[in-house]
Each structure stands twice: as structure tokens, then as C-alpha cells.
T-cell receptor
Framework: DVKVTQSSRYLVKRTGEKVFLECVQD?????MFWYRQDPGLGLRLIYF???????EKGDIPEGYSVSREKKERFSLILESASTNQTSMYLC????????????FGSGTRLTVV | QKEVEQNSGPLSVPEGAIASLNCTYS??????FFWYRQYSGKSPELIMF????GDKEDGRFTAQLNKASQYVSLLIRDSQPSDSATYLC???????????FGKGTKLSVKP
């Protein structure tokens, strides 16, 4: 089975801190995605990547950046954390979105205080 | 803005009944449709996918697709308390090939 690993299950950070959320997949997938999930708002796409060193903005990229230096690793960066970035962050990967959809990581629940 | 709509629920059914979950989508060009199950505090897991009009069965789950009506549904037969979760409908239709998710329907199966 594909495994998508998010390095932290729970994180608490202070306002203004730079926060790194790491995601690693072990199946050589080219496609990787970062979403946040909030009650009543559902899953919203932040950034995605279809290849190493490639990144594309999703629907809500403001306040975030990403890095993909290696195929298996896709990092989400909160440049200066704010309380409105408190959320569940979900990483996903896919070999072919049309055929297989996504495999999600276990999620990181981030609280910014 | 391409959209996927689901009734938020909660949908409550007795154990052993059929649960019917519905989803509509706005992009007529969408080709791939997925159902994810998400338990409270967990991440979504894929349970069904469908590409062609009609029904697709996998165990107790049946996905139904009607592209003319832009409608996709999930039936769960012989519902069990362990089926209690939020079910997310997802459609591949983003401008760059990503999945667009509905907000989910919360299902509660009562023993």
C-alpha cells in the first residue's frame, strides 16, 4: 500500500513563527497536494505539485509556500503563522488522479496561539 | 467556480438499513468521481470510484453515476455502526486536474 507520512500529528505554534509541515510518500508518485480542512468549509486546496521543483497555487495559497526538492517530499511552509491558520492540514499524493484519486496522509492538526 | 454539493446531514439510519448519500457537481466535463470515508479525527480514505454512467458495486457499497443529471450517489447496504462517518464526494474537475471535494455528509448508523 502507498504510504503518505506527515511528520507531526499535532503541532502548537506561536503567532509569527515560521512553520514547516512535512509530507513524504513512498510510491514514487509525481503528484502531491496540500489541503486544509475546516468545519463547515470542507477541504480546500492550498498548493500542489506535479513534478520535482514544480509548484502550483491552489485556491487559498495566501500565507503559505511549498517546497519540493525531492520527488517523495512535499513541504508546506507557513511563513508567519497566524491564528486563522489553525486547522487540520492534509497531504495527499497520487500516481494518476483520474484513475486512482488521492491517498491521504494522517493529517497534522496545527494550533496557532 | 466548479462546485460539488452534498447534503451535510446528519443522516441517521438504523442498523441493517440502506444508507443513500447524494452528490451533485457543476462541471459537466468531469470524468472521474470518488467517494471517501472520513472517521472523526482521521484522514479521508478512498472507498469507491466510478467513471461510467450506471452502477458500480463493491461489497456492501454501490456507486451510481448519472452524467446527464450531474449526479453521483453512494448506497451502503446492511449499514453497520462502524459505517458511521463523514462521506466525502470528490470530482476530478479542477482547472489543473486536482480533485474538488464536497463538504461531506455525516452518516450515523444506530444499533
Amino acid at each position: 500500500d502507498v504510504k503518505v507520512t506527515q511528520s507531526s500529528r499535532y503541532l502548537v505554534k506561536r503567532t509569527g513563527e515560521k512553520v514547516f509541515l512535512e509530507c513524504v510518500q513512498d510510491m514514487d508518485h509525481e503528484n502531491m497536494f496540500w489541503y486544509r480542512q475546516d468545519p463547515g468549509l470542507g477541504l480546500r486546496l492550498i498548493y500542489f505539485s506535479y513534478d520535482v521543483k514544480m509548484k502550483e497555487k491552489g485556491d487559498i495559497p495566501e500565507g503559505y509556500s511549498v517546497s519540493r526538492e525531492k520527488k517523495e517530499r512535499f513541504s508546506l511552509i507557513l511563513e508567519s503563522a497566524s491564528t486563522n491558520q489553525t486547522s487540520m492540514y492534509l497531504c495527499a499524493s497520487s500516481d494518476d488522479v483520474d484513475l486512482y484519486g488521492y491517498t491521504f496522509g494522517s493529517g497534522t492538526r496545527l494550533t496557532v496561539v | 467556480q466548479k462546485e460539488v454539493e452534498q447534503n451535510s446531514g446528519p443522516l441517521s439510519v438504523p442498523e441493517g438499513a440502506i444508507a443513500s448519500l447524494n452528490c451533485t457537481y457543476s462541471d459537466r466535463g468531469s470524468q472521474s468521481f470518488f467517494w471517501y470515508r472520513q472517521y472523526s479525527g482521521k484522514s479521508p480514505e478512498l472507498i469507491m470510484f466510478i467513471y461510467s454512467n450506471g452502477d458500480k458495486e463493491d461489497g456492501r457499497f454501490t456507486a451510481q453515476l448519472n452524467k446527464a443529471s450531474q449526479y453521483v450517489s453512494l448506497l451502503i447496504r446492511d449499514s453497520q455502526p462502524s459505517d458511521s462517518a463523514t462521506y466525502l464526494c470528490a470530482v476530478r474537475g479542477g482547472s489543473q486536474g486536482n480533485l474538488i471535494f464536497g463538504k461531506g455528509t455525516k452518516l450515523s448508523v444506530k444499533p
